[in-house]
């Protein structure tokens, strides 16, 4: 993503990555990438919340089978 905008949808792709290896996939330093995301209002990196909820899934769907 060096040298062009990082939109919305390139966060969301990563936000099951801790917030260090996101940036180092989006080549952009974790202050840059913190930045990027109060300019979309996005207050914490959400990875451990989506890790949590994809766990939370596979536990309920092992109980539904």
Known sequence: ????AIV???LVGLFELPVK???RQLHISKTTLKKI?????IERW???K????SI????G????S
């Open 8 to 10: 919305f949808e390139d």
């Open 61 to 64: 769907q092992s109980f539904k």
């Open 21 to 23: 290896e996101a940036a």
């Open 50 to 53: 989506v890790c949590f909820v």
């Open 46 to 48: 959400p990875q451990r």
């Open 37 to 41: 995301c109060e300019d979309f209002r």
């Open 56 to 59: 939370t899934n596979k536990i």
């Open 1 to 4: 993503v060096k040298g062009k």
